[in-house]
């Protein structure tokens, strides 16, 4: 018998009962989230589990949603069955002043540059991370460039021309 | 197919089987030739430059079209690239230069030896190019000085070569002590270089 979204996520119900909501699948593909005390419950469940053997983390990434009060940052992490050929999402939101979540790098090894990319991007503080510093921008930099309240352009250039830019 | 092919249709005969490069003005007779010092050597620097190809991006793709065979930067005395600085005249910065690869360029800079000049090809290496963003150096001369500026998005071959030749009437028209001179050192200074 095959993997099947509906057989995941009754498996994950009678693991954690009301701790993971929001089930629904895009495209195809099974997402939900959990608290984000769960994270690494839930990573491990899902690793370790021999009928649902996601042990291949795909991506490692986050979402600014600014208007979301409390639940700002969400940290996406998509993980793969090898095995059965599954895909599943698996969401965690955190609040944008206290961004504080547990790291995968002690199950994936992966996570940790992803992380660290995380970090740089968004300033999710990863707990429990080996080395969490800048990896892609440059180190002084004192804001986190994807969320959005920081604007894309350079600010340093004075020769724009506003009119051209439909600002002026 | 396309419209038809309507430049260059004549076939030209070639004009002489070896091209030389010409004699600056000077004094000759009968087993001598006096010239100025300055133009020897600038005759010399030019046609011998040693480039230090810096590509980054879409640019070092350009380049690598201009040192083939069908553009040819080897005619004008390119024909070796070296990869390391100490060895090198010009530096060619080509591509997309991220600020935290600026204080790379710089170094790269530094390590060159006297004299040496650099060229700015593309868009991206001359002013950030359509990367206004946080992440892009905006020009490349906020880190180092640089001789001459290559716009395009790329360029095509033909403007890569058009920037080497005006990089070789600079050489060949620049005089000896440029480099010890106090505006040289002014610009240098400028850019924090000692």
């Known amino acids: 018998m095959s993997l099947t979204n509906d057989r995941i996520k009754e498996r994950l119900i009678e693991k954690f009962g009301e701790q993971v909501s929001a089930f629904s699948e895009p495209y195809g593909m099974l997402t939900f989230e959990a608290p984000k005390e769960f994270n690494l419950k839930v990573l491990n469940f899902l690793y370790d589990d021999d009928e649902l053997k996601f ?9 600014h949603y600014p208007d979301n009060k409390g639940r700002e940052l969400a940290v996406v992490y998509h993980l793969h ?4 050929n599954v895909r599943i999402r698996f969401k965690v939101f955190t609040d944008i002043n206290t961004p504080d979540v547990y790291t995968a790098t002690g199950l994936f ?8 990319e995380t970090y740089d991007f968004f300033g999710v503080n990863f707990v429990g991370h080996p080395n969490l510093k800048r990896i892609l921008n440059v180190d002084e930099m004192d804001y986190f ?24 | 197919m396309g419209r038809p092919v309507s430049y260059n249709v ?13 004699m600056p003005d000077g004094h000759q007779g009968e087993g001598f030739f006096a010239t100025k010092l300055n133009d020897v050597v600038g005759l010399a620097r030019k046609n011998s430059i040693w480039p230090l190809p810096f590509a980054t991006s879409c640019c070092g793709i350009e380049f690598m079209a201009t040192m083939g065979s069908h553009y040819d930067l080897a005619r004008f005395g390119s024909e070796r690239v070296g990869f390391s600085p100490r060895q090198c005249d010009l530096l060619m910065v080509m591509g997309t230069i991220a600020k935290k690869m600026g204080p ?11 004299p040496r000049w650099v060229i700015a090809v593309g868009a991206c290496a001359s002013s950030g190019g359509i990367f206004d963003t946080y992440s892009v150096l905006q020009g490349i001369d906020q880190v180092v000085p640089v001789d001459v500026y290559v716009p395009g998005c790329p360029p095509r071959p033909e403007a890569i070569i058009d920037g080497v030749m005006r990089i070789q009437d600079l050489i060949g028209k620049e005089s000896l002590r440029r480099r010890n001179g ?6 240098l200074e400028s850019y924090g270089i000692q």
């Open chain 1, 55 to 63: 042990r291949f983390l795909t991506d490692l990434q986050a979402v």
């Open chain 1, 81 to 84: 069955n090898l095995v059965d």
């Open chain 1, 109 to 116: 090894s992966g996570a940790n540059w992803m992380e660290r």
């Open chain 1, 145 to 168: 460039p994807m969320r959005k309240e920081y604007p894309l352009e350079d600010q340093t250039r004075i020769d724009k021309d506003d009119e051209m830019f439909g600002r002026g």
């Open chain 2, 10 to 22: 004549n076939v030209k005969p070639l004009e002489k089987d070896i091209s030389i490069a010409g």
């Open chain 2, 104 to 114: 790379v360029v710089k170094q790269v800079y530094l390590q060159m030896a006297e």
């Open chain 2, 182 to 187: 106090d505006r040289y050192k002014q610009l």
